[in-house]
């Protein structure tokens, strides 16, 4: 999946996360599919006590997906995806901090999802959701990891105070059928892997109080092996900042 930090790295993260669970902060998982499923497994790998995973997703397991949906057995098939990611999660890491919400975010909660996390990871693959999830979390002043996967490219990138956005980058959702859907170009389940792990690196990166790609798009081809880096500017007129002030 993605390259793994040093130990000493993740050591230091589990010393920082000793506390009480009293004082665990939210890390919320929107999707529970391609890319929420190694995020998540990333994130409890890391095993700190001071984090709470929730997960958010209304759909169930597929067979069809479980070639890049790492989380979910055979036996799953027909299971909530919240359901089955917290079993595995807790066979695997049972110590770690897991609750869930069997919700699709939209318009009228994906606030209520967000408010109050310490930093929320977007797994979504529709564009309306995500532009949703900028959305709500620049308002509620929460820090947001984006990741998305078509093909053999991924992408990601993280929003924090005062960094430019999801809508500073895109502006507003493309038209409908304009863009091919991940159904209809494909995912290649390594990348949404690579992808997924590196969502969850940002993640508590931001915990850490340092984010590497606040601001910034990282884009990765799976098929060239080529990355590159590109910093976004905040956007004047935003929709997105404009609500933050309004």
Do not use: Y
């Not at 939210?26 to 990333?42: R, S």
Request: aromatic share 4%; proline share 4%.
């Amino acid at each position: 999946m993605s390259e793994r930090e040093p130990a000493s790295v993740s050591e230091a993260r589990r010393a920082r996360g000793s506390d009480s669970d009293a004082t665990a902060r939210a890390v919320v998982v929107i999707g529970a599919g391609g890319l929420g499923c190694p995020a998540l497994w990333e994130l409890a790998r890391v095993g700190r006590a001071d984090v709470r995973l929730v997960i958010v997703d209304d759909d169930v397991v597929d067979l069809s997906n479980l070639q890049r949906q790492i989380l979910h057995r055979e036996a799953d098939v027909g299971r909530p995806k919240v359901e089955s990611a917290r079993d595995a999660l807790a066979r695997r890491f049972p110590k770690v901090q897991v609750s869930v919400r069997r919700e699709r975010a939209g318009a009228a909660n994906v606030r209520a999802i967000v408010s109050g996390a310490a930093v929320v990871l977007d797994g979504t693959d529709s564009f309306g959701a995500k532009f949703l999830i900028n959305d709500a979390c620049v308002a509620e002043g929460v820090p947001l990891v984006h990741g998305a996967v078509v093909g053999w490219g991924g992408q990601l990138m993280s929003v924090t105070g005062g960094s430019a956005c999801f809508r500073c980058l895109f502006e507003a959702p493309p038209p409908e059928g304009s863009v091919a859907s991940c159904e209809q170009a494909g995912i290649i389940g390594a990348v949404a892997g690579v992808i997924g792990a590196r969502m969850a690196e940002e993640a508590l990166a931001i915990l850490d109080g340092t984010p590497r790609l606040a601001g910034a798009l990282d884009v990765w081809d799976a098929r060239s092996l080529e990355r590159r880096t590109v910093r976004i500017k905040p956007r004047a007129g935003c929709e997105a900042h404009m609500r933050e002030v309004a």
